[in-house]
């Protein structure tokens, strides 16, 4: 499987997925090698971070940027049973090169109109991509909602009604949805995921870990056989 974590809106927590997605990939006994192609260089700083720490699963990572990536991801798809890029926030042309070569795209996006106007552009770039990649697919998912159950419910409702007036073309909306949870930011200094206990609290926040698993459960169920205790928080060191 090649999945291009992508978009055209920044710092919504595209490298934190892609990395999160590799993880759950390894854990499931999977060989995945994350593509850095942002060269902001999120994903390689994070796996550096792991590489330090000497955490297991090992998640391989590489920087490949420029107009090379779609030769590069394929030759190096035939090595790893899976390949995650992490593109940055804008229309590059490593985003372009990556739908180019994908099978699946996520895009996540906040829960406000800044985030979702920019799926128009999104599902215009998906659909030139299809000319070339007609088995593309690519799922918008809302992250970062708010913690408030309340707000959220209320936000998460009218970021879904939005998504469903605009029809977009190209472009599906996954049920699940991840929550604003700070382990994301405690840990990533560390180079380590939300299942791992987090340093600063020594707990891992068990409602971050089930919201990533039904993501994984919603976009790779049909794909992967998927064991069910795979998942659980690693243990305190
Ligand atoms: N569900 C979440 N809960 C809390 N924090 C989150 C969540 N998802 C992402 N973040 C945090 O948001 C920040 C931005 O995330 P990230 O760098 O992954 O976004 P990005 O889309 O890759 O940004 P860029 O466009 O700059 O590449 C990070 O500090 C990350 O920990
Ligand atoms: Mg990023």
Not at 19 to 47: C, E, K, V, W
Request: charged letters at 25%; hydrophobic letters at 40%.
């Amino acid at each position: 499987m090649i999945l291009t974590v992508g978009g055209e809106k920044g710092g919504v927590g595209k490298s934190t997925l892609a990395i999160h997605i590799a993880y759950m990939l390894a854990r499931h006994g999977r060989d995945p090698l994350l593509i850095d192609a942002d060269p902001q260089g999120s994903t390689t700083n994070f796996t550096a971070a792991r590489d330090e720490r000497d955490v297991a699963p090992r998640l391989a990572c590489v920087q490949k940027l420029g107009k090379g990536l779609a030769h590069d991801v394929r030759s190096l798809a035939g090595r790893y049973s899976d390949v995650v890029i992490d593109t940055g926030g804008r229309d590059t042309v490593e985003l372009r090169l990556a739908m180019l070569v994908s099978e699946r795209v996520l895009v996540p996006i906040n829960c406000s109109a800044f985030n979702w106007w920019t799926l128009e552009k999104v599902d215009q770039l998906a659909g030139e991509a299809k000319l070339a990649n007609p088995d593309l697919r690519t799922s918008v998912l809302l992250n970062r909602a708010p913690g408030n159950p309340q707000l959220r419910r209320r936000k998460v409702a009218t970021a879904n009604e939005r998504l469903a007036a605009a029809a977009f073309s190209n472009l599906d909306v996954l049920s699940c949805f991840l929550v604003e949870r700070t382990a994301f930011q405690d840990n990533e200094e560390f180079g380590l995921t939300v299942w791992e206990p987090s340093v600063l609290r020594g707990t891992v926040d068990p409602m971050a870990c089930d919201e990533l698993a039904n993501l994984y459960q919603e976009m790779f169920a049909h794909e992967f056989a998927i064991g069910p205790s795979a998942l659980k928080p690693a243990p305190s060191p």
